[in-house]
Nanobody
Framework: QVQLVESGGGSAQPGGSLRLSCVASGYTLDYFGLGWFRQAPGKEREAVACISPADENTYYLGSVIDRFTISRDNARKTFYLQMDKLNPDDTGIYYC????????????????????WGQGIQVTVSS
């Protein structure tokens, strides 16, 4: 069983930065696809950034391209979401998630495809 715990959320001003971390326990992350999802009030959960187990293939939500970066450190069983140039639309609860995809180069982006989830962490962007 993989357990995921997020940290690093909180409040930021527009234009600011936050770095989310997700630490895994139970298994190494080497074979897992990893994702960051967010859910804003009244909206469905959506993929923000996802990364494949191998080849470093990534997916980014259009509105976060060139602002957010997903990365992983398998040795530390940790993956990250660096969020720069934040704006109020980035406000929501952010979840980290993991899954073993059908192929190491596949990037999965649907929440229903992920097996393991963190508890969620609040990110609020306001002036």
């Amino acid at each position: 069983q993989v357990q995921l715990v997020e940290s690093g959320g909180g409040s930021a001003q527009p234009g600011g930065s936050l770095r989310l971390s997700c630490v895994a326990s139970g298994y190494t992350l080497d074979y897992f696809g990893l994702g960051w999802f967010r859910q804003a009030p009244g909206k469905e959960r959506e993929a923000v950034a996802c990364i494949s187990p191998a080849d470093e293939n990534t997916y980014y939500l259009g509105s976060v391209i060139d602002r957010f970066t997903i990365s992983r450190d398998n040795a530390r069983k940790t993956f990250y979401l660096q969020m720069d140039k934040l704006n109020p639309d980035d406000t929501g609860i952010y979840y980290c998630a993991a899954v073993i995809p059908p192929h190491p180069s596949v990037v999965l982006v649907s929440p229903e495809q992920y097996n393991y989830w963190g508890q969620g962490i609040q990110v609020t962007v306001s002036s």
